[in-house]
């Protein structure tokens, strides 16, 4: 079965730092793509983050500059830095992981249970 368990979520103040992390079990790790994906109140889910299975990286416009996606396949676990946190970043934050990032995207894959990120001006 797979899991994915993401922690570090919190509250935090405008300008502050989060670092979130999802270790995954289940899956053989190095060979999925795994991402973040955060859905803010009221609003749909959305990409912040993706990392393939070869290390490339992409990033939503929004979160450029501010966070890293990165991932230690020898513990199974994928990190995102968020710097700079601003307000409009508060939300449930995801880890998702797939073979492939379209999969994610589209919701399928393997997702975790979420944790929260709270940013107060």
């Known amino acids: 079965q797979v899991q994915l368990v993401e922690s570090g979520g919190g509250l935090v103040q405008a300008g502050g730092s989060l670092r979130l992390s999802c270790a995954a079990s289940?899956?053989?790790?190095?060979?999925?793509?795994v991402g973040w994906y955060r859905q803010p109140p009221g609003k749909q889910r959305e990409m912040v983050a993706t990392i393939t299975r070869g290390g490339s990286t992409d990033y939503a416009e929004s979160v450029k500059g501010r966070f890293t996606i990165s991932r230690d396949n020898a513990k199974n676990t994928v990190y995102l830095q968020m710097n700079s946190l601003k307000p409009e970043d508060t939300a449930v934050y995801y880890c998702a992981a797939a073979v492939e990032i379209a999969t994610m995207t589209s919701g399928r894959g393997s997702w975790g249970q979420g944790t929260q990120v709270f940013v107060s001006s």
């Open positions: 289940g899956i053989i790790f190095r060979l999925n793509a």
